[in-house]
């Protein structure tokens, strides 16, 4: 069977409305994209060349969706495929330790949170890693391949960890914060990561 060959764009969501502390779920997942964040991914789409992409990954939030959408750009592309393992892991004790680390330690690198928390999150990346390769089994992608994933600061530097299964991986990406529409591209071939890096900073402000 041949072999991958892809190239993976991760991203967090852009800037997105505020919402009081200790709102609920329904409140917290319906925040829109911000007329900045709306600009911060459509500025992230132009440094992409709005390419096609083969497979588009999102959380259930509406701000990852939308910040997905932006830098998609007007072009035809395939649906948008929402996971909520990009966000939580369904009927497990993960989502109550998620939250509250995050409440504590909020936009702090990685590292921060494996030092609080042990390997949650490095197990819930591997969740998120197995549901996305799932889908690029079910596709049946090819060489040649881009795939949009679109989720949230801390779950996403973790995932790209657990993708990439590399020590410079974990270097990187453990020791950086995302800021609002950044992330990193993943180049993997024959199922070994050949290239890892970090995203150009944006100029929208």
């Keep these: ?4 060959t ?3 764009f991760v991203l967090r969501h852009g800037n997105a409305e505020k919402v009081p502390d200790g709102s609920p779920y329904e409140v917290e997942a319906a925040r829109c994209l911000t007329p900045l964040g709306q600009r911060q991914a ?4 132009a440094l992409f060349g709005y390419p096609h992409f083969d497979l588009s990954l999102s959380s259930p939030m509406v701000r990852t969706l939308q910040t997905l959408q932006f830098v998609r750009g007007y072009v035809c592309q395939d649906p948008i495929i929402v996971l909520p393992q990009l966000c939580w892991i369904p009927g497990t004790r993960f989502n109550d330790v998620l939250g509250e680390t995050f409440e504590a330690l909020l936009y702090q690198p990685l590292a921060a949170y494996r ?3 042990g390997p949650i ?3 819930h ?3 998120a890693w197995r549901v996305v390769k799932e ?3 079910h596709l049946a992608l090819d060489e040649n391949c881009k795939i949009l994933v679109v989720g949230h600061a801390v779950l996403i530097a973790a995932f790209g960890c657990v ?3 590399s020590p410079n991986a974990d270097h990187i990406l453990s020791s950086i914060s995302f800021d609002e529409c950044a992330g990193y591209k993943l180049d993997i071939r024959d199922g070994h990561l050949v290239n890892l890096r970090t995203l150009r900073p944006l100029t929208t402000t």
């Design 115 to 117: 030092r609080r928390s």
């Design 163 to 165: 993708a990439a299964d």
């Design 135 to 137: 889908w690029i089994k």
């Design 125 to 127: 990346a591997r969740e």
């Design 1 to 4: 069977m041949k072999e991958w």
């Design 121 to 123: 999150f490095d197990e």
């Design 6 to 8: 892809m190239e993976f």
């Design 42 to 45: 459509l500025e992230r789409g």
